[in-house]
C-alpha cells in the first residue's frame, strides 16, 4: 500500500493482507543477513548509527556498491571502489579516510552488497 505524504486519505480504504518484509527485502534468503550499524563513517550516503543493513552475498559487487566486508577481523561498511586492478573501501563521512585494500591485509573478504537500509526515525519532544 502507497501512503500520501501531503493531505490526509483514511487508511481503512487501502487495507490489504499481511505484510511479511522477507517478501519485499529479500531475494535470496539463504545469501541474505542484517547488520545493525555502529559508527558514523556512511553518513553522507544516508545510514547512521543504529540502522539495519539488508545485505545480500548472491549479489555481485561493481564499483560503486556499498558493501559489508571483512577487513582485519572487523566487519566495515564501505562503497566499493575499483580502479585499475586496485580495490577501495571509501567511507561517506570526510572525518573518514579511504581504505587500500592490499594482498597484505589479512582475511579481506566482501561478506555482500547492500540491497536495504532500514532507518528508525525517532521524535524527539
Known amino acids: 500500500t502507497r501512503v500520501s505524504a501531503g493531505s490526509f486519505s483514511p487508511a481503512d480504504d487501502y487495507v490489504e493482507k499481511g505484510l511479511d ?3 519485499h527485502l529479500i531475494k535470496h534468503p539463504a545469501a541474505t543477513f542484517a547488520f545493525h550499524v555502529s559508527g558514523d563513517s556512511m553518513v553522507g550516503a544516508g545510514i547512521f ?3 539495519l543493513l539488508i545485505v545480500d552475498r548472491a549479489v555481485k559487487p561493481v564499483s560503486g556498491s556499498v558493501v559489508v566486508a571483512k577487513l582485519g577481523g572487523d566487519l566495515v561498511c ?3 571502489k575499483l580502479v ?21 591485509m589479512e582475511g579481506f573478504e566482501i ?4 540491497l536495504h ?3 528508525s526515525h525517532t521524535v524527539k519532544k
Not at 561517506?92 to 592490499?102: F, K, W
Not at 561478506?111 to 547492500?114: I, P
Open 111 to 114: 561478506c555482500g552488497v547492500l
Open 49 to 51: 548509527p543504529g540502522d
Open 117 to 119: 537500509n532500514i532507518h
Open 78 to 80: 564501505k562503497r566499493l
Open 21 to 23: 518484509m522477507n517478501d
Open 84 to 104: 585499475k586492478g586496485k580495490v577501495f573501501l571509501v567511507p561517506e563521512n570526510p572525518a573518514y579516510q579511504t581504505i587500500e585494500v592490499t594482498s597484505d
